[in-house]
């Protein structure tokens, strides 16, 4: 199967992949910049990070690549219109929310032009994310490592959230394969979003003993957990 491109407002993707924001400080200027420069999109995990830090691996990356970057930050976070606000400022290519929904986003990314990416896991969610001004959404399943709001698997949720709306879908959550992408896209995503395949790689900036860890792991270590905004997310025991 020849992958398709992924299109977020201007930017187009020749590799439909986000690699996924994992905070705090191991999706770096590094990792986004090393997928970017494949073809596909390289966030930075913006969440925990000062004015200052964000704004030099928004540097960094643009030093390492020529690619789409853009930045994951969750809603819940203090200070999370501020954090938007500096990597617009930055002239950041995209923005991920999830772990929570503002409609603020949106008139900051109309303002802007900077394309606003909602993280959703309901059919609601979606297209309300496409009234406020979407450029695309990432769909999370309950495979997901983040902070999710559902216990829906993503392939369910996918065909009926791409027949609600007619804006990009990312498909998120237990992508860890060429044929789990296949799949996603057939079954209407445009692209998919992974993140636990990028955390052991050369370019994360997590610890060697984190990487490891998640090389040693096998699949009855894996559980689900509620994370610290009181939502469900599947770790490593």
């Known amino acids: 199967m020849k992958l398709p491109e992924l299109k977020i407002g201007e930017k187009i993707a020749k590799i439909p992949i986000i690699q996924g ?12 910049a090393a997928v970017a ?11 925990g990070l000062n004015d200052d830090e964000l704004r030099y691996e928004i540097r960094l990356a643009r030093s390492l690549t020529k690619g789409i970057i853009g930045i994951n930050i ?5 200070e999370f219109s501020r954090v938007v606000k500096t990597a617009i400022s930055e002239g950041i290519d995209l923005v991920v929310a999830g772990a929570g929904f503002s409609r603020d986003m949106f008139g900051l990314g109309k303002e802007s032009g900077t394309p606003i990416v909602p993280i959703v896991s309901s059919v609601k969610l979606a297209k309300i994310s496409q009234r406020l001004g979407a450029s695309a959404i990432v769909v999370e399943g309950k495979e997901a490592g983040g902070h999710l709001g559902t216990d829906t698997s993503v392939r369910e949720l996918i065909p009926d959230i791409r027949k609600a709306v ?11 394969t060429g044929q789990d992408m ?12 992974m993140g636990s395949r990028f955390a052991a790689s ?7 003993a984190l990487k490891e860890f998640y090389l040693k792991a ?5 559980v689900l957990i509620h994370s610290p905004v009181g939502l469900p997310g599947r770790a490593v025991r």
């Open 21 to 32: 924001g994992m905070a705090i400080r191991l999706s770096t200027a590094k990792l986004a």
């Open 37 to 47: 420069s494949q073809g596909g999109v390289g966030l930075i995990a913006a969440s």
């Open 74 to 78: 969750m809603v819940a976070a203090r």
């Open 166 to 176: 007619d804006i990009p879908v990312v498909a998120a959550g237990g992508v860890l």
């Open 182 to 193: 296949v799949d996603l896209i057939k079954m209407g995503a445009n692209g998919v979003q």
């Open 202 to 208: 050369e370019e994360s900036n997590a610890a060697p």
């Open 218 to 222: 096998q699949p009855e270590d894996i």
